[in-house]
């Protein structure tokens, strides 16, 4: 499943800043939520990837997301970012080729091997 940023429109997973009560992946479960309206039980580490966040201010900063599977369990019609964002399902193939960013298209690449792995 991949979502639209609010500023640029392109294709990315859910992702946020970190949560430090929450951890990586309950960050990562709630941003699921916020910004897809999708809820369910966290997975593996799938990797990392590193992109550039345009911050409010206009700058960018180098940021790294680690990446969880997750199965999911409920999908909202409504959701926080609903009218913000367009959230998408597709196969990890698909996926991979709509996403800007190399490292995070390597991973989607490989999504299923890395799950079926084990992940990291």
């Known amino acids: 499943m991949l979502i639209t940023t609010r500023e640029t429109r392109r294709w990315m997973v859910p992702r946020g800043w970190l949560i430090k009560k929450l951890g990586p992946l309950g960050t990562g479960l709630r941003e699921a939520f916020e910004e897809a309206g999708v809820a369910g039980e966290g997975g593996p580490a799938i990797g990392s990837f590193r992109y550039l966040k345009r911050l409010r201010s206009g700058q960018s900063q180098a940021v790294r997301v680690e990446l969880f599977a997750m199965a999911v369990n409920e999908q909202a019609d409504d959701w ?32 299923p091997e890395k799950l079926a792995s084990g992940a990291d």
């Open 80 to 111: 926080p970012e609903r009218a913000e964002r367009i959230r998408e399902w597709y196969p990890h193939a698909r996926a991979a080729e709509l996403v800007e960013e190399p490292e995070l298209r390597e991973l989607l690449a490989v999504f």
